[in-house]
């Protein structure tokens, strides 16, 4: 069953404005950040930060992947109601690992998907993969940011508060030591772009409420 996972929000103002600019935000917020970060972080708690990217328009329905938490078909797309069933993974590995990861073992299951993305590396820890969406440069890609973190502990604590501090609708996954950060989109969309990328069979699927951090069981699962 989904569960909610509660934090307070940090007030790092300007941790906030480079994680924002990193994953594509307008420059305008960055700049504004540190004359209004109270208001800045208050507005993003109800609305979530715009990350001016567009989602594809073909995105597959999410629906036949989908159960209730009493395996039943047909779920409400909502929080505590849904979770990603079996068939979403058939043929994909979905043991748990805990070991020690690159950005090399996203990039090689993304090409076992049949998805070849170079990667743009950002920092020394931090990664950018630039999936394709179909639309017109400059906007004509869905950006995935990718943390390269000591271990599992941090990287669930980066994914956490990663997706808090950008607010409602960001979202991403997790798996051991690696945290990805997703843009802003409905529940609906982003499990669909994550089923259809098989991203929820690579890791853990988090999504941001108001102001929790909500998980979508799936087939992939670490303790």
Known sequence: MGHVVTTSRSPGARAFARRALEIGAPVAFA????????????????????????????????????LTPENQRD??????????????????????????????????????????????KARDNLYWYDVPNGQEAPKNFVRLRLAVLEDVAHASA??????????????????????????KTSLREALSFAIKYKLVCWGVFTY????????????????
């Not at 979530?48 to 328009?57: K, N, Q, R, V």
């Not at 409602?168 to 990805?180: E, F, H, K, Q, T």
């Not at 929790?212 to 670490?222: Q, T, W």
């Open 158 to 183: 980066d994914l956490h508060q990663s997706v808090l501090e950008h607010g409602p609708g960001w979202w991403g996954v997790r798996r051991s030591n690696l945290a990805i950060l997703a843009p």
């Open 31 to 66: 700049a504004m950040a540190g004359a209004t970060a109270v208001l800045g972080l208050g507005l993003t708690a109800c609305t979530g930060l715009y990350s001016g990217i567009d989602y594809p328009g073909d995105l597959p329905d999410p629906g036949p992947h989908l």
């Open 208 to 223: 941001s409420g108001l102001d929790d951090a909500y998980v979508v069981p799936g087939p992939y699962a670490e303790l």
């Open 75 to 120: 779920p409400d797309i909502a929080f505590n109601r849904v979770k990603v069933g079996p068939q979403a993974c058939e043929k994909v590995d979905t043991h748990p690992m805990t070991g020690r990861l690159n950005q090399e073992d996203f990039s090689r299951f993304l090409e076992a998907q049949g998805i070849k993305i170079e990667p743009r």
